[in-house]
């Protein structure tokens, strides 16, 4: 220790090997001790962090497969003036079709269909413009100003201080204020009060009124456009809609109008059930789930696994091999199971649609592909219904992966017991530091009396000499 006088000086005896041999014994097996505990620890830690992250991979799909919107694929071609649009091709490159006169959104079963489109008039919030003011530090009066649009309506104390900007922002913080935006605009002529209301359609037509007069140069005396209606024709039927978005006027298919067709032309868009990409959706979740399987297999190896004394990965694999191997309640009763859909839960815990079928019984592959081809609408209920595959398994995945669930639980254990490691190297190091000192009082006393005797031996000898 520094500062520390060597040990030995006085009887000439190696005493600093024996401290240090003495300190090691007694350190080496308690460090090791800490040092394969905090291995144990790392790697369990690492192993659940892979479990997460392999566990949360197929939430990814999991959950595209329980969302009926991603599940009944449908493709979507829409043309206009020699130019076409896919909605596969959108969906790939992250486009949107929003620069044609109409986007279409589809769900569920879509029936096969094409259909013409006109787009004679987009619907429109109210806009109201007062005339020009002196600047926007006028003050006009007080009272009260009413906005009425349609059903809703709020109001706003003016007060006799307020200038035209305290106003405008009056309108714009109101708390009920239900999508009335005010704006001043400041020209060579002055400035005016502007309102634009969000809410479309003639029967949310904006009226402005005030309970004074004093006010009424930015209420009642305003003058603009009225809130109009979306009007579009399919096929030559005529619908209108007090917004863009028509949500019923063909079955599963929502229509929002983006701007008006040209020229008399039309907008013509088909619609059909990808086929292809419900099948391609089903071979994305043996895919994963497979490699979930594989990643715990590995975690939980007897021998070589970082979890193998973990019971949380099994339990994981348990639930969903119960799961993928069970009976669906709520689906048909013809396809209520993953083998009935074609998919096999093989040795090892793995899913399979076998190409070759038993005992003249139809083979994984004509199974899968008849229920996307001919029962799409029972196949969705199997994966994707309230009750389905892919509900339960995400119960499963949300109970291990959310901010109380089981792996959650197990990190934040095992990230404690890896920070009280250090308390433990610290206590370690605090006895190991005391019985040093401990035996170096012990054999400093020792080197004394030896130092002592070999003096006292010295002056006999040389009386004696």
């Not at 041999?21 to 350190?27: D, L, Q």
Request: zero cysteines; a negative charge; aromatic letters at 6%.
């Amino acid at each position: 220790m520094a500062g520390m006088t060597m040990a030995g000086m006085g009887s000439g005896m190696d005493l600093e090997s024996i401290i240090k041999t003495f300190v090691t014994a007694e350190k080496a097996p308690k460090e090791a001790r800490l040092n394969n505990k905090e291995i144990s620890i790392t790697t369990e830690l690492s192993g659940v962090g892979t479990l997460r992250a392999a566990l949360a991979d197929f939430q990814s799909i999991t959950n595209k497969l329980g969302n009926t919107d991603t599940f009944y694929q449908s493709k979507t071609n829409i043309h206009y003036q020699g130019r076409s649009v896919d909605s596969s091709a959108v969906r790939q490159a992250g486009e949107s079709n929003a620069i044609l006169p109409i986007s279409i959104e589809t769900k569920g079963v879509v029936p096969k269909g094409s259909f013409d489109v006109k787009v004679t008039k987009l619907a429109q919030g109210a806009r109201l413009e007062s005339d020009f003011m002196p600047d926007r530090m006028v003050k006009l009066g007080q009272g009260i100003m009413y906005f009425d649009a349609g059903k809703d309506s709020f109001e706003v104390n003016v007060n006799v201080t307020d200038t035209l900007q305290d106003i405008q922002k009056k309108i714009n913080e109101a708390p009920n204020n239900y999508g009335i935006g005010a704006n001043i605009i400041n020209s060579d002529l002055g400035a005016k009060m502007v309102y634009t209301s969000d809410k479309t359609g003639v029967a949310n037509d904006l009226t402005v009124f005030t309970s004074d007069s004093s006010l009424a140069m930015i209420s009642s005396k305003m003058v603009g456009k009225a809130a109009s209606d979306a009007i579009i024709a399919i096929d030559g039927n005529i619908i209108t809609q007090d917004s863009n978005t028509f949500t019923h006027a063909v079955s599963g298919v929502t229509i929002t109008a983006n701007s008006l067709t040209e020229n008399n032309d039309v907008v013509n868009f088909s619609t059909a059930t990808d086929h292809a990409a419900v099948s391609d959706l089903v071979h994305e979740f043996i895919d994963g789930y497979n490699r979930l399987i594989s990643t715990i297999n590995t975690l939980t190896d007897p021998e070589t696994g970082s979890l193998k004394f973990d019971s949380t990965a099994r339990s994981v694999k348990q639930q969903m091999q119960s799961i993928t191997g069970g009976v669906v309640n709520g689906a048909s009763s013809k396809l209520n199971t993953l083998y009935a859909a074609g998919i096999s839960l093989e040795e090892g815990g793995v899913l399979a649609i076998n190409p070759f079928g038993s005992n003249g019984s139809k083979s994984g592959v004509q199974r899968l592909d008849d229920a996307v081809n001919n029962a799409l609408d029972d196949l969705g209920k199997l994966f994707s219904g309230k009750n389905g595959v892919a509900a339960q398994i995400n119960a499963v995945l949300d109970n291990s992966l959310n901010n109380k669930g089981t792996i959650t639980q197990r990190q934040s254990l095992l990230n404690t017991n890896l920070r009280s490691l250090e308390d433990e190297r610290d206590k370690l190091d605090r006895y190991i530091s005391s019985y040093e000192n401990t035996l170096r009082k012990k054999y400093t006393a020792m080197d004394n009396t030896v130092s002592r005797y070999n003096a006292t031996g010295d002056y006999i000898r040389n009386v004696l000499g």
